[in-house]
């Protein structure tokens, strides 16, 4: 059974930094794409970003590029997103899916940016 | 970047309805269209890939069609479970985009 576990979430102050973790399991994690998507409260879905097999090519949208890093650890099936210079816009349920067709999803984890 | 609009943004229908949602892309995108649900509180569960293939485990009552701009999702007949937001995601070309959503309530 795929599974996948997000932590790492929580409050932090604008211009903080956070490190979201995403464990994997029931299936070979180094086989496939992986990817994060967040949603704001009582909002839509937005992605944010996603890493092929070869941790070397990534994908970042707009907002975030330059200030979020995905990475990942196929030797521990961790799928990571280092988040800087964090903007109370930022604050969402921030969801870990596999495969760049979005097969299956994490719980979410919430980050809230405030002061 | 590819735009992604659906209509309606909400409806209200009665279990045993026909409803369908649609998603059109701004430009050609395949079928590289996928369609998901959402019940509040909890993560999407994808219910179409590439457009048109039902996803193992989600009931027969679903189905996508469409390539290239226009996709549509239809419920042939409506269940109580079945009230819930729905999206479709363009994964063609990066960025990735979701559709702003359709939700659907009861009547």
């Known amino acids: 059974e795929v599974q996948l576990v997000e932590s790492g979430g929580g409050l932090v102050q604008p211009g903080g930094s956070l490190r979201l973790s995403c464990a994997a399991s029931?299936?070979?994690?180094?086989?496939?794409?992986m990817t994060w998507v967040r949603q704001a409260p009582g909002r839509g879905l937005e992605w944010v970003a996603s890493?092929?097999?070869?941790?070397?090519?990534?994908s970042y949208m707009d907002s975030v590029r330059g200030r979020f890093t995905i990475s990942r650890d196929n030797s521990k099936n961790l799928l990571y997103l280092q988040m800087n210079s964090l903007r109370a816009e930022d604050t969402a349920v921030f969801y870990c899916a596999r495969d760049n067709k979005l097969d299956y999803w994490g719980q979410g984890i919430l980050v809230t940016v405030s002061s | 970047d590819i735009q992604m609009t659906q209509s309606p943004s909400s409806l209200s229908a009665s279990v045993g309805d026909r409803v369908t949602i649609t998603c059109r892309a701004s430009q050609g995108i395949r079928n590289d269209l996928a369609w998901y649900q959402q019940r509040p509180g909890t993560a999407p569960k994808r219910l179409i890939f590439a457009a048109s293939s039902l996803q193992s485990g989600v009931p027969s009552r679903f189905s996508g069609s469409g390539s290239g701009t226009e996709f549509t999702l239809t419920i042939s007949s409506l269940q109580p479970e079945d009230f819930a937001t729905y999206y479709c995601l363009q994964h063609n070309t990066y960025p990735f985009t979701f559709a702003g959503g359709t939700k659907v309530e009861i009547k």
């Open positions: 890493i092929k097999q070869d941790v070397n090519e990534k």
């Open positions: 029931g299936f070979t994690f180094s086989d496939f794409p």
